[in-house]
DNA sequence: ATAGTATATCGTAATATTACGATATACTGT
DNA sequence: ACAGTATATCGTAATATTACGATATACTAT
């Protein structure tokens, strides 16, 4: 993403911004559905179900375990990935909060 | 960002990453904020409040501007952005459609 | 018209992201 | 031990993002 002069922003801005850049991604949001919907977090089917090589998948899902917004748990051969609640919540709180902020400028601009 | 294969995943899927995404920058949310905050939305002091030279000001507010998020009024010689509230809004229910999916594995992976 | 101010756009360097094939690693069953 | 399966990592090409100086554009006041 070029050089990001992250140091600059607040800690807060910064921490929206993390979890908003890890949601930028479709495949990204795909693998978050599929986890969220399966009940058994079989995670090899991500590979089948999306559209992408299992190298990219894999990345994808290091991401996401970077963020912390999912875990993974060897299992024999494979690998069981679930999201992670506590951060799952931290996150939709922290995007919360800037969506709650109070619009203070209603009438400006047309 | 690379190739990005957008036209594999669905339109909805593409929604939440595109605002996502354009969250995912500290200086986007502080233009945010700022703009939240102002009652008067005086944008020249954007390029004052952020530690940014005034082109990437400007090229951050493009992008905000291009997923519909704030408004540009010309104002004499200056311009003034604003939140464009029902994007916003729709901007939240998009995100918080996502996670207020029903997380279905509460007892997968420790 | 001219100078001054504010903002947008252009061009570009540095860096990050995305994607994938190839390969490494780790476990399982025989 | 060995072959097979699943996942991670490496290397790398193509592309996108970030940032900024320089310049263009647009309006205002004189």
Request: hydrophobic share 45%; glycine share 6%; net charge neutral.
């Amino acid at each position: 993403m070029g050089v990001t002069k992250t140091q600059n922003f607040s800690g807060a801005q910064n921490r929206v911004a993390r979890i908003a850049k890890v949601l930028g991604h479709p495949a990204r949001i795909a693998i978050l559905e599929y986890l969220i919907k399966q009940q058994v977090c079989i995670c090899g089917d991500l590979v089948d179900v999306l559209p992408l090589a299992q190298a990219t998948v894999s990345q994808h899902l290091k991401e996401l375990k970077a963020a912390g917004l999912i875990k993974g748990e060897v299992e024999g051969t494979s690998v069981c990935y679930c999201i992670n609640e506590p951060v799952w919540e931290e996150a939709r709180d922290i995007l919360l909060n800037l969506f709650n902020l109070p619009l203070s400028n209603a009438s400006c601009c047309k």
